[in-house]
């Protein structure tokens, strides 16, 4: 049966067919070469997580196939400015059009609105969209675990790294955790723990926490989805994690700097 990532991954399949019509491969690498220098993803988030505090990545997330549309005053610029007022580590932003009504426009926005790194949150199974990604400025991108093979994930993270661009490396389950750290990738990742089941959209904190006695140890590790509040900051941090990516919840509040002091706490 084909679910919601299936689908999903038949458009990418599309879009990258645009993508390689629209450009030559040496025109996107000649974009990629004039971009902005990374700004440092990982340090970023391991320098606040370091100095004690909850390292939160906060997402510009305009709509979900979950949630449909989560905010209708939507300006990525000024939620950038939001979320570095109130404390972010790092900004996510995603860029997929036709699921999340993002747009790589919007990744660009953010990022010119503050000194903060930039994930840029898509569905990246093929070289030329990590070329895209530097070329439209972002200083990380996240790679799906559930989306590519052990082989892919490789190629897809070396390419990433030669273009200086961090990598966020998303599981949802032990046996995507047992692929990716059997695919070998260097340093200059990170672990993500997405609480949100891509293909059912059942999302629970457990799948987090039940992971944690299976990870090496000092591997740094982020909890993505459905981190609605301070309680469930504090519950993980209790139990040793210390990087979020938060969407939503923040998302939601007509006052996303307020909300995310709060999340972050004292
Ligand atoms: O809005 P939330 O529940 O706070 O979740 C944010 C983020 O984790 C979520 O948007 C996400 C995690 N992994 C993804 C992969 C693709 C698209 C979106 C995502």
Partial sequence: MSDILDTILARKAVEIGLLQQRYSRSALDALARAADAPRGFIAALESRAAA???AVIA???RASPSKGLIREDFDPAWLAREYADGGAA?????????FFQGHNAFLVQARAACTLPVIRKDFIVDEWQVVEARAIGADCILLIAAALSPARLKALYDAARAWQLDVLVEIHDGDELDQVLAAGL????????NNRNLRSFETRLETTLDLLPRLPAGLPVVTESGIAGAADVARMRAAGVDRFLVGESLMRQP???????ALIGG
């Fill in 52 to 54: 004690g505090s909850a």
């Fill in 59 to 61: 997402e510009v997330k």
């Fill in 90 to 98: 790092c900004l996510s932003v995603l860029t997929d059009e036709k």
């Fill in 186 to 193: 260097g340093d200059g990742w990170l672990l993500g723990i």
């Fill in 255 to 261: 006052q996303p700097s307020a909300a995310l002091r």
